[in-house]
C-alpha cells in the first residue's frame, strides 16, 4: 500500500521531467532560396519553452561558389502565425546591410512550426539570408558595395544579377548524430575505393582522437580521417605521409553524407 | 610564295613545251565563282580557257597551282560580297566544307570539315595570328577588313606541310591585293578604290576608300575601312541583342620591285569600339591592335625565296555592353603579342621534272589575362587584379621539306615532311583576394596550388602528307592524298585555373554558354585525314558543266574536346555546365560536292547557268558521344543570269536538322530551314552597284552553329543563368545595296 501511495505520489512529477528532459531536440535544417544559395544547419528546440538555441550551420552561396560559418544565434521571436523565426550570424553581431554593406557579416533566417517544427515554415517571408562577406560582396558602377541576399520583403527580392530559379523551400528533419556524416563518407569510400580502403568497417571500426575521427585500414596500412579543426579529409599512408584532401563539405555532398 | 610573273611561275614551267598559261576561269566567268575557283588547280580542265603565247605577262591575284585541291577566292569574288558581309570569314560561306560558329557580327569562327577554330591554321598577309582572348572575340580573319583583301585560299585537310603545321583542320590564307607598279616609261600611276553599302536589317553601313601611287619601282597605298551596325533582327522581327558592333582598319602597304625581287612592307591598325557577342557571356567593348610584316620574294638562278617577318600586337577588352542591362562591371583585359618569321625556298623544276620546296617557321605568341578589380577592399572581385594568364608564352618553331614530282602528264605527286616544336608556358597566377576557407577551395587557394606546379609545357610534332594527282583526260581529274597533322594544346586550352564558378563562366569560345577551366595534362591533337577528290567536266568542247565530288575521313587521336569538371563543386541544373579541357580520340567524315551546269545561252536575254554546294560532316568521340557542333547537311543551289556587264542570281540554301548534338555540352538541337536569297550587279565601266534582299522570305531560322542565345543576359555565374533552351536566332530579311568605283 506505501508503494502504490509513492508510485502515485511520484508520478505526476514524473510526469512532469518527463516533458523536460525530452524536449530538447536537434534538428537538421535545409533551406534553398531563389538565387540557388544553400544553408545546412542544426538548431536545438524545446518544444516546452519554444526556445531555440545554437542555431549554426553553413550558408552556401551555390552559384558564386562560396561558404560560410554561420555560427551565432542570436536572435528568435514567434512570427505571430504559429511559429518561430530564429536569426544567425557569422560574426557575433545583429549588424548588416546591404547596398551599401557596412561590414562582412552573414546572416540567416529560419522559420518553423513552433508545435513540431518538422512541419517547415508557417511563414515562408521570414526565410531570408543576406552575405556579405568577402567573397560575396560586389560592387556596382557606383561603387556601392552589394551583399548577395534573398530578403522577400526587399525590392527585388535577390540580387539581381544574372537570370531566376525562384526555388524557396525548407526541410526540417530531426538531425541524427553528427559523426554518423564522417561514418557515411568512410563507407563511401570503402565501397568506391575498396583498393585503399579495405576491409570493409562499420562505426564501431571509427576511432575519434581529436581533432581526428578516423578509420584504419589494414590491407593497404593507410588512415582515413577527418578533422574537427578544419574540416578537411585526411588520408595517411603507409610509408607515413599525411595528405589533405581537402574541404569534407563537398566530398560529402559527392557521397550523399550531406547534412 | 610564288613570284608575280606567271612566266616564271611552276605551272608555266611545268607546260613551258607549249608556252601555255591557264587563266583563272574566274576572271573569264567571274559570276559562276563557286565552280570555276574550284578548278584553278586543274590548268589542262578548260581547254576554251586555254591561250598560246609566245611571249606575254599577266597578273593575277591568284597564286599558283599545285597537287593540292584547294579553293581561290579573287578579289572580284570578294568585291561582290562586300556589300553583303561585314565579317571576313563570311566570304568563304559559299566555299564547299567551310561552316561558322557565330560569334560577333565581324568575328564569327570557320570551321572546315567539322574542325573549328585553333585547327584551323589563318594567315592574314602571311602572319599566323593566334586569338588571345579567353572567348576568342578577336579570331585572326577579324583582324584585316574584307576591303583590304585580295584573294583567300582555302586548303581543307590535306594541306602541303609548306603551308600547315600546328594544325589538323587546314589552312586559310589571305593576301591583300598585290602591289600594282607601273608599268616601264608610264610614269606615275594613281589608283584607288572607294566603295560603301547599306543594309536594312540593323541598319548597317560603311565604306572603304584606297589611294594607292606607284612607278616602275616602288609603290605606296592606303586602305581604310569603317563598318557598324546595330542589333540585327531575326524572322520574327525580334531584335537580338548584343549583335551590334563598329569597326575601323586602317592600313599602309609600301612595296619595291626590281627585276624578280619584290619587297612589301605593311603596317596597319584596327580600332573596334564595340562588338556585341551574342553567344557568350561577354562583349567586347574596346580592342585595338597593329600589325608590321615585311615580306620578301625573289627569284635567283638556283631558285625562288620567300621570306616573312612580322609582328601583331593587340590590347583586348571584355565587359558588358548595355544590352545587357548589368548593375555589375565585369572587366577583362587580355594583351597579346604574336610575332616570328617564315622563310621558304623553292628550287627550279629540274630536267627530272622534281620540284623541290623547303623552309622554317618560328612564332612567339604571348599572352597577359587579367581581370581588374572593381573595388579596393576584398570583395568578390577585388582588391587585386585576376591573373587568368600571367605571361603566358606559346612559342613554335618549325621546319619542312616538300617534293614534288611530275612523273607525267598524267601524274604528279606531293611529299612533305615537317617538324614542329611547341614550348609552352605561364607565369604564376593570382585570385582577387587572398580569402581563404575551411569549406572548399578558394580561388586563392586555388592559386597557390597551380603556382606551384610546373608550367612548362614541349611538344613534338611531326606533320607527314602525301599527294597523288592523276589526270587521264583535259575534262578529268582525280586527287587522293593522305597528311598525318599535329596541333598542340592552345595557351587558353591549357592554362586557365580556376574550378570557381565566376572565372568558370568567363572562359570559353564555344558559344555553348558552358564555363571552362585548363587542363595542364593535356596532350597534342594527331589527326590522320584521308581525302579523295574527283573533278569531272563536261568533255566536249562546251564545257557546259562540272561536278566535284570530294569525300574524307579524318581519325584524330587525342583530340581536345571537354569532360564534365569533377573538380568543380557543383554542376548547374538549368542545361549549362562546368567543363574542363580533355583528350578524346575522335573519327570525322563526310564530302564536299560542287557543281555546275549551263542551262541557256541568247545574246539578247543573256546566259542562264546553276551551280550548287553541298557538303556534309560527321563527327563522334570513341567513347560514343558526338563531336560538337557539325554542321548537318546543307545545300546551296543557284540559277544564275548575265547579260553583258549586268549579272543576277537567286539562291535556295537549304539546311538540314541538327539532330546529332553532343551530350556533355548539352549542345542544342536545331531544326532544318530553307532560305532564299537574290542579289543583282551592274558594272558600268569602273562602277559597280551591287543590291540584293537576303533571306528573301523573311523567314525564322537557326543556323545550326551558331550556339546559345545569351546576348540579353548579365550573369556572372551560370547558375544564375537562364535555362538552356533558345539558340541564337538568324538574321530575317534584309536588303541592301552598295558601290564600288575603281579608279
Known amino acids: ?259 | 610564295m610564288y613570284p608575280l610573273d606567271f612566266n616564271n611561275a611552276l605551272p608555266i614551267k611545268r607546260m613551258k613545251k607549249n608556252i601555255l598559261i591557264s587563266l583563272n576561269t574566274s576572271l573569264l566567268l567571274c559570276f559562276n565563282t563557286v565552280y570555276a575557283d574550284e578548278n584553278v588547280d586543274s590548268p589542262n580542265f578548260f581547254e576554251d580557257a586555254l591561250i598560246y603565247l609566245e611571249d606575254m605577262t599577266v597578273k593575277s591575284d591568284i597564286q599558283n597551282p599545285t597537287v593540292t585541291p584547294q579553293k581561290n577566292i579573287n578579289s572580284a569574288d570578294i568585291l561582290k560580297k562586300q556589300s553583303q558581309v561585314s565579317d571576313t570569314a563570311k566570304l568563304l560561306e559559299d566555299t564547299a566544307g567551310m561552316s561558322f560558329q557565330s560569334g560577333g557580327g565581324i568575328s564569327s569562327l570557320p570551321i572546315i570539315r567539322g574542325l573549328n577554330d585553333n585547327r584551323v591554321k589563318v594567315e592574314v598577309n602571311g602572319m599566323t595570328v593566334d586569338s588571345i582572348c579567353p572567348n576568342h572575340m578577336n579570331p585572326a580573319l577579324a583582324s584585316i577588313d574584307r576591303s583590304n583583301i585580295g584573294s583567300i585560299t582555302v586548303l581543307k585537310g590535306i594541306t602541303p606541310v609548306r603551308m600547315g603545321g600546328d594544325s589538323i583542320a587546314g589552312t586559310i590564307s589571305v593576301e591583300s591585293a598585290i602591289p600594282e607598279f607601273a608599268e616601264e616609261g608610264e610614269g606615275v600611276l594613281l589608283s584607288g578604290k572607294l566603295s560603301s553599302f547599306y543594309r536594312s536589317n540593323g541598319d548597317a553601313f560603311g565604306g572603304s576608300f584606297a589611294l594607292g601611287i606607284a612607278n616602275e619601282f616602288a609603290s605606296i597605298e592606303y586602305t581604310g575601312a569603317h563598318t557598324q551596325s546595330d542589333n540585327y533582327q531575326d524572322g520574327n522581327g525580334d531584335t537580338i541583342k548584343s549583335t551590334g558592333y563598329e569597326s575601323q582598319n586602317h592600313a599602309f602597304a609600301l612595296a619595291f620591285k626590281k627585276d624578280e625581287h619584290l619587297l612589301q612592307i605593311r603596317g596597319g591598325q584596327q580600332y573596334i569600339p564595340y562588338q556585341g557577342f551574342p553567344t557568350a557571356r561577354m562583349d567586347l567593348p574596346n580592342n585595338d591592335s597593329i600589325f608590321g610584316n615585311m615580306h620578301y620574294n625573289g627569284d635567283f638562278d638556283w631558285g625562288s625565296v620567300d621570306a616573312k617577318l612580322y609582328l601583331e600586337n593587340t590590347s583586348h577588352t571584355m565587359d558588358y555592353l548595355p544590352d545587357r542591362n548589368a548593375l555589375i562591371p565585369m572587366p577583362m583585359e587580355t594583351r597579346g603579342k604574336n610575332y616570328g618569321y617564315k622563310l621558304g625556298f623553292e628550287l627550279p623544276e629540274d630536267q627530272d621534272n622534281n620540284i623541290f620546296r623547303f623552309g622554317s617557321e618560328f612564332l612567339v605568341s604571348e599572352i597577359d589575362d587579367y581581370w581588374p578589380a572593381t573595388s579596393s577592399v576584398s570583395s568578390m572581385m577585388g582588391p587585386n587584379p585576376f591573373v587568368n594568364l600571367n605571361n603566358a608564352v606559346r612559342d613554335r618553331f618549325g621546319f619542312y621539306g616538300e617534293w614534288e614530282k611530275n612523273w607525267a602528264e598524267q601524274w604528279r605527286t606531293m611529299v612533305g615532311f615537317r617538324y614542329d616544336h611547341t614550348w609552352t608556358d605561364t607565369g604564376n597566377v593570382q585570385a582577387y583576394n587572398t580569402v581563404t576557407s575551411d569549406f572548399l577551395r578558394t580561388d586563392h587557394e586555388q592559386a597557390m596550388a597551380f603556382n606551384a606546379l610546373n608550367h612548362e609545357r614541349q611538344f613534338d610534332a611531326y606533320d607527314f602528307s602525301l599527294l597523288l594527282e592523276y589526270a587521264p583526260y583535259d575534262w578529268s581529274h582525280y586527287t587522293v592524298g593522305y597528311a598525318r597533322k599535329n596541333r598542340a594544346p592552345s595557351l587558353q586550352e591549357l592554362y586557365p585555373w580556376s574550378v570557381s564558378p565566376m572565372p568558370m563562366s568567363m572562359i570559353g569560345w564555344f558559344a555553348d554558354g558552358n564555363g571552362y577551366v585548363g587542363n595542364m595534362d593535356l596532350k597534342m591533337e594527331t589527326a590522320n585525314n584521308i581525302s579523295f577528290t574527283a573533278n569531272i567536266s563536261d568533255p566536249s568542247d562546251l564545257g557546259a558543266w562540272n561536278v566535284e565530288i570530294s569525300p574524307f575521313f579524318s581519325y584524330v587521336e587525342d583530340y581536345i574536346d571537354a569532360d564534365l569538371c569533377m573538380e568543380c563543386r557543383r554542376q548547374p541544373t538549368n542545361g549549362y555546365y562546368y567543363l574542363k579541357m580533355a583528350n578524346h580520340d575522335a573519327y570525322l567524315w563526310g564530302v564536299d560536292v560542287t557543281g555546275k551546269m549551263d542551262l541557256y545561252t541568247n545574246a539578247t536575254y543573256g546566259d542562264l547557268s546553276t551551280n550548287t554546294v553541298m557538303s556534309y560532316v560527321r563527327g563522334k568521340r570513341t567513347d560514343g558521344d558526338n563531336l560538337y557542333h557539325m554542321m548537318p547537311f546543307n545545300l546551296k543551289w543557284a540559277v544564275n543570269h548575265t547579260l553583258n556587264d549586268w549579272q543576277n542570281t537567286l539562291d535556295m540554301q537549304f539546311v538540314d536538322a541538327k539532330d546529332d548534338v553532343q551530350s556533355v555540352r548539352n549542345e542544342l538541337q536545331t531544326a532544318s530551314y530553307i532560305l532564299l536569297n537574290f542579289k543583282s550587279s551592274y558594272q558600268w565601266e569602273k562602277l559597280t552597284v551591287d543590291f540584293g534582299v537576303d533571306n528573301l522570305l523573311d523567314k525564322h531560322y537557326y543556323y545550326p552553329l551558331s550556339g546559345v542565345y545569351i546576348g540579353d543576359q548579365n550573369a556572372m555565374t551560370l547558375q544564375t543563368s537562364r535555362p538552356k533552351t533558345e539558340n541564337l536566332a538568324g538574321q530575317g530579311r534584309s536588303i541592301y545595296v552598295g558601290f564600288s568605283l575603281a579608279y
Open chain 1, 1 to 259: 500500500m506505501k508503494l502504490f501511495k509513492a508510485i502515485v505520489w511520484i508520478l505526476p512529477f514524473c510526469l512532469l521531467l518527463d516533458p523536460v528532459q525530452a524536449a530538447t531536440v536537434r534538428y537538421q535544417v535545409k533551406m534553398v532560396f531563389w538565387d540557388n544559395t544553400e544553408f545546412t544547419g542544426t538548431f536545438d528546440y524545446d518544444i516546452a519553452s519554444q526556445q531555440v538555441t545554437n542555431l549554426h550551420g553553413l550558408l552556401d552561396d551555390v552559384a558564386m561558389g562560396n561558404i560560410e560559418l554561420i555560427k551565432y544565434q542570436l536572435e528568435s521571436k514567434p512570427d505571430g502565425k504559429g511559429g518561430i523565426t530564429a536569426y544567425a550570424y557569422a560574426f557575433n553581431s545583429t549588424e548588416i546591410a546591404t547596398s551599401p554593406n557596412i561590414n562582412n557579416n552573414v546572416y540567416v533566417a529560419i522559420n518553423f512550426n513552433a508545435q513540431d517544427p518538422s512541419l517547415g515554415a508557417t511563414n515562408p517571408d521570414q526565410l531570408s539570408y543576406m552575405d556579405c562577406s568577402q567573397n560575396a560582396l560586389m560592387f556596382d558602377n557606383q561603387g556601392i558595395g552589394n551583399c548577395m541576399y534573398h530578403l522577400p520583403w526587399h525590392d527585388p527580392v535577390f540580387y539581381p544579377m544574372g537570370g531566376e530559379r525562384f526555388v524557396l523551400s525548407e526541410t526540417i528533419t530531426i538531425a541524427p548524430d553528427p559523426l554518423a556524416h564522417s561514418d557515411c563518407l568512410f563507407n563511401w569510400a570503402e565501397i568506391n575505393y575498396a583498393n585503399i580502403f579495405s576491409p570493409n568497417q562499420s562505426a564501431a571500426g571509427s576511432i575519434a582522437l581529436p581533432p581526428y575521427y578516423y578509420r584504419f585500414y589494414s590491407n593497404s596500412n593507410s588512415y582515413l580521417g577527418i578533422s574537427s579543426a578544419d574540416n578537411h579529409i585526411y588520408y595517411l599512408t603507409a610509408d607515413g605521409a599525411l595528405n589533405d584532401a581537402g574541404p569534407a563539405y563537398d566530398l560529402l555532398s559527392q557521397a550523399g553524407c550531406s547534412l
